[in-house]
């Protein structure tokens, strides 16, 4: 495995890979879901290229930038062990400049639901991941369904930018007990990660509650604030796949959606019916 920090540097490591290139664009402490879009990278293209970064112009002032967990060593040997061919972990100084071109999450699609608990937060996104599409030139792509809303806006921008590759979405990766990883779920104490399981619990009633023919949004949602109730709710929506809110579930076409804080922790956590 390569380890490659500097732009030119990726360039000429990029060129050089013949055959499909899969890419898994990180931010580190990877975990078992990263494995898994990893994994799955590996298992379709020729040559797999994984990046970390802490990326800045994603997070909102006063977020966990300067504590988001850094573990380089660990995530260093998970992609060597995982076959991964390039692991490209640039300096923030190497990936933005003065000034830049930016580009702009949508208005609607970047601006609700975690775009307007985090205004701006998609914009670093969309930024940054074009950057690494730029350098990394992948066949396909890969990003897990946990973050839902930044999957849809990246589907998009991939569309709408007529941007040669393809997304893939991977399934969100769960402990036994349910709770979806993420690489967050570190600053859970034992007490709210026992507290955190009241959000996958609700889920699965959500879709325990539709497989029985209750398709009521407002039914569901009730149902899911209650068994939530300890926690810090900030939303439970239920949208189609445009994040358009639906009074009516629609199979094939409907994403619920739950963010909450536990303790001083914000998770999110969905499920695609
Ligand atoms: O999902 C993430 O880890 C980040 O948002 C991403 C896609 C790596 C962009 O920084």
Known sequence: MQIVRGIEELRRAREALEGSVGFVPTMGALHQGHLTLIKRS???NDHTIVSIFVNPT?????EDLDSYPRREEADRRICEIAGVDILFMPEVSSVYGKDEVTLK?????????????????????VQVVMKLFNLTRPDRAYFGKKDAQQLVILQKMVKDLFLPLKLVPVETVREDDGLALSSRNVYLSPTE??????????????SRLVMAGELSSEAIKQEMYAIMKALDVEYVEIVDRSFRPLEKVKIQDTIILVAARVGRTRLIDNLWI
């Open 42 to 44: 590996t298992g379709e």
């Open 193 to 206: 990660r026992a507290e955190a399981l009241a959000i996958s619990r609700s889920l699965k009633r959500a």
């Open 105 to 125: 999450a949508p208005e609607y699609l970047g601006y609700i639901l975690e775009g307007s608990r985090r205004p701006g937060h998609f914009d670093g996104v």
């Open 58 to 62: 994603q997070f909102l002032p006063g």
